[in-house]
Antibody
Framework: EVQLLESGGGSVQPGGSLRLSCAAS????????MSWVRQAPGKGLEWVSG????????YYADSVKGRFTISRDNSKKTLYLEMNSLRAEDTATYYC?????????????WGPGTLVTVSS | QTVVTQEPSLTVSPGGTVTLTCASS?????????PNWFQQKPGQAPRALIY???NKHSWTPARFSGSLLGGKAALTLSDVQPEDEADYYC???????????FGGGTKLTVL
């Protein structure tokens, strides 16, 4: 059974940093692209970042480019999102999602999400 | 900045049929955009329904179907059930450095 579980969310001041993790199980982690998607309170979904199974190819939304870094440790079956220079508008529930292949398109499984609050 | 547009809200009667659409600011949506559809109920994570325009996941009910319609991606719900009341999001793939864009979502009310 595929399972994804995010962690690392919490409250942080503007300009601060946070690292999210997503622990995966139930599939060959290194064979599939992964993505981060966020949802601000009461708002829609926003694709944030993705990377290939090997981690060689990374992709970012313009809203986070230069501030967020996606990475993965295939030996630990864990996906990460390093978030720096956080802003109030980064406040959201962050979901990790598994792709159907080594490309970030076609997402199938999602984690329950972790809440990030950026506030002074 | 690519914008993906969905109907903000739709209402359907139980047992009825409704079609949700997903349009791209770059032009017609094609199979190359690999349209995905997701359902999200309050307090829950999104659940994938459709990938690559019309393919269903193993858990997707048969009453959900995906297609391309008039230059847009479309999600059709037939024989709508009360439990289908939810927010629905489409996701389009554009390739490049920022390959994925979600639509704004459609709030479906079953009334």
């Amino acid at each position: 059974e595929v399972q994804l579980l995010e962690s690392g969310g919490g409250s942080v001041q503007p300009g601060g940093s946070l690292r999210l993790s997503c622990a995966a199980s139930g599939f060959i982690f290194s064979s599939f692209a992964m993505s981060w998607v966020r949802q601000a309170p009461g708002k829609g979904l926003e694709w944030v970042s993705g990377l290939s199974g090997s981690g060689d190819n990374t992709y970012y939304a313009d809203s986070v480019k230069g501030r967020f870094t996606i990475s993965r440790d295939n030996s630990k079956k864990t996906l990460y999102l390093e978030m720096n220079s956080l802003r109030a508008e980064d406040t959201a529930t962050y979901y990790c999602a598994k792709a159907l292949s080594n490309s970030p398109k076609n997402l199938n499984y999602w984690g329950p999400g972790t809440l990030v609050t950026v506030s002074s | 900045q690519t914008v993906v547009t969905q109907e903000p809200s739709l209402t359907v009667s139980p047992g009825g049929t409704v079609t949700l659409t997903c349009a791209s600011s770059t032009g017609a949506v094609t199979s190359g955009n690999y349209p995905n559809w997701f359902q999200q109920k309050p307090g829950q994570a999104p659940r994938a329904l459709i990938y690559s325009t019309s393919n269903k996941h193993s858990w997707t009910p048969a009453r959900f179907s995906g297609s391309l319609l008039g230059g847009k991606a479309a999600l059709t719900l037939s024989d709508v059930q009360p439990e289908d009341e939810a927010d629905y999001y489409c996701l389009l793939y554009y390739g490049g450095a920022q390959p994925e864009v979600f639509g704004g979502g459609t709030k479906l009310t079953v009334l």
